[in-house]
């Protein structure tokens, strides 16, 4: 059973309560990954309505592209040199396997690479949301999906329709969901019925939704949209249904006129203005937005005093992206969380990139030793059910959709296991791929905190940074005798300990007796099933 | 000079219940003998957290005289001394009337001066080395009871449990894991809670979380957490099976873990190695009562230790498992010779260990310490290396191999008899025919060159040099010999401090340390 959101009934309007760490840390680690020590101070150092719109702020597109960290390439592409723009006639499977594979790991580093700023988890927002899997379509150039991934980017944080359109003529998305062959003659229904049913309107809360009517009726007004065959976007008005195309009830009974020629094409803007004509697809849009950034239950109250008027908002921005999430973002209901918790369960994403940049892990400054580091992060993040661009259902990852668990359903017995393992070997030996180890610095951390030779606040700097749930005064007092004192009662031989390591700081014994402590201080908090909240 | 002892070896036992073993050797009881997965044994490590002061824990009577003058303020009255049977050298504190009787009962052996070379008297850096099993100035990421328990249990995590190890390898009482149970494919243990938490964890009770989104999602994973400890459903069954236990003083910290193990132990649990913590024994300060040096905090601790080990092994009876456990107790160090002005003692080196058990062969082994000329710096030196003790019981209480013991212990060590040969069907050499004066020097005081003279059976032999903080200064032998006999070596001191030196000599079982005194001209 699901608990009623103590939320504010003053939903929507802005906080104007206190702004302190642990309101910053909670802003943070909702909308980048992770909230790192120079971050928290950085973003205390704004106000609320600062921080929140210096991180809606878009970053620039990357200048990297993915290289090739895989060897032989068919078409000529030397080792880490990039593989886009070699042109896109010669495909094969092994060839498009081995480039997803390095688009994946540069995709990784993006998420590394987010700064301070929402954009890269947006990215993903809208990458779940027109979820793709690259691995079952290998017909698909990978090229193809490094230029969705552009796409996605590019209106990440704009308006919504512009975005919809784009994806909707995009090529991947067109021989993904077969808009390629879907012709006036043989119309394929398949996004005309996932535009509505996943991509804006949604299936309703009430039913009160389209008609497979509709998705036909959308399946013609796509026709003749397709990939030519140096695969790009092209419309063949040959192949478009030129007649009217009739509407239900749930559209106000809209006819969208059928065109002839090159004017068939415009037929798709008629059919989105219509779509998002509708309160259902702001709804929705906001429904989904709420999940991913505050909690994914979501029941009358939430839908009336937030759901409903956020939506509302949507419409008037002309479903404006970075205006609802801004109204979101700074709402009361936003920094209630801070009071009644950390309840959303990191995606195995949000647990392993989080980590990496909390802790600041040291990635090799050279591409063979990044591509390595990233491929680690990725792999480990498929091991732990969150692959990127390769998402199983066409839905999204099941933990944004199948409801009731919802976000729980990233952990289950041999995940969370696999979750502690992971977690433990980066605070321990260190994960490793063709001479790249990646491993926790974990004395480099406790540099960054404010008084590390202080064992009480070496702790809640420690736990302000790792942990959102509150652990007990006792808890704390056990972890500081057990794990930093070794069962001793007295700070100062910890204090010692690390001021002679900041004297000595390239002996061995010095260095190794804070260093042993510290991971195992850090593996414990890992361990810890608090350690999966954000 | 006062006439030594000399090391009491232990004849061997080549006789049980009037058989020879020979003639028992071909029934299925020995069969069994081979290696730890094939025993039934378990062994206990108490840890007394902070450094336990040694010197009046098992104190020196056959020198009492130094032993007074060097800690008059906190030295245990001779008249108070706990006397043991069979061996008027040494007594115990008066609050350990509980070790006093073990040792009365052939439950305990004590082990005179273990340590190792070069302690540099951080508590850390002693814990590190005692649980790992390194020498000071080596750094290993595995502890020496993960890497026997990894060795042992191959490719361990993988495929456990399974039918021959249904438990887990090793159990540490608390809720956080020590290091000695690492191994190279990570930890070996698992934490199970003691007292209330313990009766918690079997019973699946947990504090509820409060009633907020946060609070049922952590409730969530903490259900899930609790699903994926593969051994939950084990403990808890064997914590069911004991619904009657001895009893056990109240108040005692120890003594209420160690309830747990002989719980866990006697429900049938097949988990080789217990660790419970105690403490803490950092007596900087006010270690005895000012109106009566037998009180105090060192007395409180060293009561409640005794009264903990004393009332597990009368529980261990109890529950019929007693011929299965073996104890040890262990400190980072023992404390300086010499005592402060605030009634207490400095971080020292060398300490007694105590190893309690049906199986522990009863005897102190080792030399009082030389007390003469210590300055405050000085510390006991050190005459048995902890990791011989971890060898020996490798070797004689899980049967491990000669081989496979240096292999987990990552060299040899010296091999100790502390524990009855009935246990693995080990026999030893007997070293007594080597004498009573196994080591010497000439000239005692020296200036620039002495001589020494030791004695060997053969085989690897190791002269160490010490000074009195336990720095090892100088290596003059460290060598196989294909001959048994006595040499001689010459050392060039120039170079030294003028001071006390201790030489030891180490040959298989035997060892043996001399004061040295170093003259300027």
New interface residues.
């Given amino acids: 059973m699901?608990?009623e959101?103590?939320g504010s009934p003053l939903g929507l309007d802005p906080y104007t309560g206190t702004w302190d760490t642990a309101h910053v840390v909670h802003l943070l680690k909702r909308t980048v990954f992770g909230a790192t020590v120079q971050d928290i101070s950085y973003f205390q150092g704004l106000t609320m309505s600062q921080a929140v719109d210096q991180l809606l702020q878009p970053t620039p597109a990357p200048v990297g592209k993915p290289l090739n960290n895989y060897g032989a390439d068919p078409t000529g592409v030397g080792s880490y040199q990039t593989w886009v723009g070699t042109g896109l006639l010669y495909q094969d499977d092994t060839m498009n396997t081995n480039r997803l594979r390095s688009l994946q790991a540069w995709w990784v580093g993006q998420l590394l690479g987010c700064g301070r700023s929402i954009h890269e988890k947006m990215t993903l927002f809208w990458h779940n949301h027109f979820a793709m899997d690259a691995l079952t379509t290998l017909s698909i150039p990978c090229e193809l999906w490094y230029n969705q991934y552009l796409t996605l980017r590019s209106n990440a944080l704009g308006s919504f329709p512009t975005l919809a359109k784009a994806i909707t003529i995009d090529p991947a998305m067109l021989i993904f969901l077969n808009g390629n062959t879907n012709t006036m003659t043989a119309p394929n229904e398949n996004y005309g019925r996932e535009l509505q049913e996943l991509y804006t309107v949604g299936l309703g809360l009430t039913g009160t939704t389209y008609s497979q009517d509709d998705v036909h009726n959308a399946a013609r007004v796509l026709t003749g949209h397709t990939v030519d065959v140096n695969f790009n976007y092209s419309f063949l008005a040959g192949n478009h249904d030129t007649t009217n195309k009739n509407f239900s009830a749930f559209y106000g009974n809209n006819i969208i006129t059928g065109y002839s020629g090159a004017p068939g094409a415009g037929e798709v803007d008629n059919l989105l203005a219509m779509i998002f004509s509708t309160d259902e697809s702001a709804k929705f849009i906001c429904r989904k937005l709420y999940g991913w950034f505050v909690?994914y239950?979501i029941d009358d109250t939430i839908e009336t005093n937030i759901i409903t008027p956020l939506a509302t908002v949507f419409r008037q921005s002309g479903y404006n992206i970075t205006t609802i999430l801004s109204t979101l973002l700074k709402s009361q209901h936003f920094f209630d969380?801070v009071n009644?918790?950390?309840?959303?369960?990191k995606s195995p994403l949000d647990l392993l990139i989080g980590l990496c940049r909390e802790y600041q892990l040291t990635l090799p400054a050279d591409a063979t030793g990044q591509y390595n580091a990233w491929s680690l992060l990725s792999q480990r993040s498929a091991t732990l059910q969150q692959e990127i661009m390769v998402i199983p259902l066409v839905a999204g990852w099941d933990a944004y959709r199948e409801a009731p668990q919802y976000?729980?359903l990233w952990?289950?017995?041999v995940t969370?296991?696999e979750r502690?393992?992971y977690t433990?070997l980066l605070v321990?030996?260190g994960d490793m791929m063709n001479g790249t180890t990646l491993r926790i610095d974990a004395v480099g951390f406790a540099s960054l905190l404010s008084a590390p030779q202080d064992p009480n606040q070496l702790i809640a700097d420690s736990l302000t940074v790792l942990l959102r749930?509150p652990l007990s005064a006792s808890s704390i007092t056990?972890?500081k005798q057990?794990?930093l004192l070794?069962?001793?009662?007295?700070d100062q031989?910890w204090t010692n300990?690390w001021l002679n390591y900041i004297a000595t700081p390239t002996d061995?014994?010095a260095f190794?007796?804070v260093d042993?402590?510290l991971r195992?201080l850090y593996k414990?908090l890992m361990d810890l099933?608090?350690y999966?909240?954000s | 000079m006062r006439r030594r002892d000399f090391i009491r070896t232990i004849a061997p036992i080549t006789f049980m219940g009037g058989f020879k073993i020979s003639a028992l050797s071909r029934l299925p009881f020995f069969d069994v003998l081979h290696g730890a997965t094939e025993n039934d044994h378990v062994l206990v490590l108490v840890q007394l957290v902070g450094g336990n002061d040694g010197l009046n824990t098992l104190i020196p009577l056959s020198n009492y005289s130094d032993y007074y003058s060097a800690r008059s303020n906190i030295a245990i009255p001779e008249s108070k001394v706990l006397k043991l049977s069979q061996d008027t050298l040494n007594g115990l504190h008066p609050a350990m009337t509980g070790l006093q009787s073990l040792y009365d009962n052939d439950q305990l052996a004590i082990l005179q001066a273990v340590g190792y070379p070069d302690p540099d008297g951080s508590h850390f850096r002693a814990m590190d080395v005692w649980l790992s099993g390194s020498d000071e100035d080596q750094y290993l990421d595995t502890g020496w009871t993960g890497r026997f328990l990894g060795q042992t249990y191959t490719n361990f995590p993988v495929g456990y449990p399974n039918a021959d190890m249904p438990d887990p390898l090793a159990i540490q009482i608390g809720s956080v894991i020590s290091p000695v149970f690492m191994a190279n494919s990570g930890t070996t243990a698992m934490a199970v809670p003691t007292d209330a938490d313990f009766y918690n964890l079997i019973n699946g009770i947990t504090e509820p979380e409060p009633d907020t989104p946060m609070g049922t999602e952590l409730t969530y994973l903490q259900s899930v957490a609790r699903q994926t400890n593969k051994y939950a459903s084990a403990i808890e069954a064997a914590a069911n099976k004991v619904t009657q236990q001895a009893p056990y003083p109240a108040n005692n910290d120890l003594a209420s873990q160690l309830k747990t193990v002989a719980r866990l132990v006697a429900g049938g649990l097949k988990t080789k190695v217990y660790m419970v913590s105690f403490g803490s024994f950092d007596t900087h300060g006010g270690q005895v009562n000012p109106g009566d040096v037998t009180t105090g905090t060192h007395a409180n601790l060293l009561q409640q230790t005794s009264d903990a080990i004393t009332a597990f092994m009368n529980d261990l009876k109890f529950l019929g498992v007693d011929d299965r456990v073996l104890g040890m107790t262990f400190s980072e160090f023992g404390r300086r010779i010499i005592s402060n002005g605030s009634m207490g003692t400095d971080h020292g080196a060398a300490q007694p260990v105590f190893i309690f058990g049906n199986s522990a062969q009863t005897g102190v082994l080792g030399q009082n310490p030389d007390l003469t000329g210590s300055n405050v710096e000085s510390n006991i030196p050190m005459q048995y290396d902890f990791r011989s003790v971890y060898s020996s019981i490798l070797r004689d209480w899980f049967c491990v191999s000669p081989d496979d013991v240096s292999t987990m212990l990552l060299k040899d060590y010296q091999y100790l008899p502390f524990i009855k040969n009935t246990a693995c069907n080990n026999n030893y050499t007997n070293l007594n025919n080597l004498g009573n004066s196994l080591i010497s020097n000439y000239p005692n005081p020296f200036t620039d060159t002495t001589t020494i003279t030791f004695k060997t059976n053969g085989g690897h032999t190791l002269v160490q040099l010490f000074d009195t903080a336990g720095r090892l200064v100088m290596l003059p032998v460290d060598q196989d010999y294909a001959q048994a006999g006595t040499y001689t070596v010459s050392v060039g001191t120039a170079s030294l401090a003028a001071g006390v030196y201790y030489a030891r000599l180490q040959n298989q079982s035997a060892q043996q340390v001399v004061t040295l005194l170093k003259m300027n001209h």
């Fill in positions: 699901k608990q959101f103590p909690y239950d969380l009644s918790g950390a309840c959303i369960i976000h729980e952990i289950n017995s969370y296991s502690n393992f433990d321990g030996t749930p056990l972890i057990t794990i070794g069962g001793l009662t007295t031989y300990a061995m014994t190794t007796t042993t402590r195992a414990y099933p608090e999966h909240l």
